[in-house]
């Protein structure tokens, strides 16, 4: 079963088939006002608490845990464990209406770790079946890097949609602008996959890359076929940040704090513009 089709529990995903919004704790990903996404990227427990402390309070009803900054030095068997060890008390840190996305990003696109396909496949679908005293998953939504091998990716999507938790396909490139043609073909491979949300960030070099990830977003939501993210990077694209709604992104990155990748703005600004431009 598809996490789209999910709606066995408040933690799950589900979908109405209607555009394919995405269900996640009441939140519907795909319709009205983009939902705010802020990361936490402490390099240890205490300190990703303590954001998600801040977080809590924040206009965001989706937290991201980029798990692969804890532990930055740990060997790969203690940070799978120590990730795995902090899950259950992060879940309880946000709010009950605040749906937790699980990201372990790779060195291979900006992240903190350098993971073979095959122990980011296992230390995601371990983090997808941690259960809740409810038994339900701890996690909501996982993003998975749909540039790793196929089988990889096909079997995080795949346990993310027998725990009822939507899977985010995501791809980043911290070089450049793709053509606007492979920026859709990667949104559009991510939705072939079974990704329930299709994610792309990638970097401008001057204002017409901008307008070439803006414009094939909005191409990509006129498919119909379900929600994606669609970002420019840096401060040259945090436009895309405020005018997802616009453009057909389902949500934007925002920060309670630190940062996760060039050219995030604060929360409460974002909530504010995100308003200010509804078309």
Known sequence: ?????????????????????????????GTGVPEIIVPLTGADERSVLAQAERARTAPARIIEWRADLLAPSAPAAEHRERVLGALPALREALAPEQALLLTVRTAAEGGGRALTDADLSALLRAGIALRGADDTALVDLVDVETARAPEAVGAVIDAAHEAGVAAVGSFHDFAATPPREEILATLRAQRALGADVGKIAVTPRTADDVLVLLAASLEAARDGAGPHLAISMGSLGAVSRVAAEVFGSCATFATAGEASAPGQLGADEVSRMLAALRP
């Open 1 to 29: 079963m598809g996490a789209t089709e999910h709606s066995a529990h408040a933690g799950g995903a589900g979908g109405d088939g209607a555009g394919g919004v995405v269900r996640v704790r009441g939140i519907e990903l």
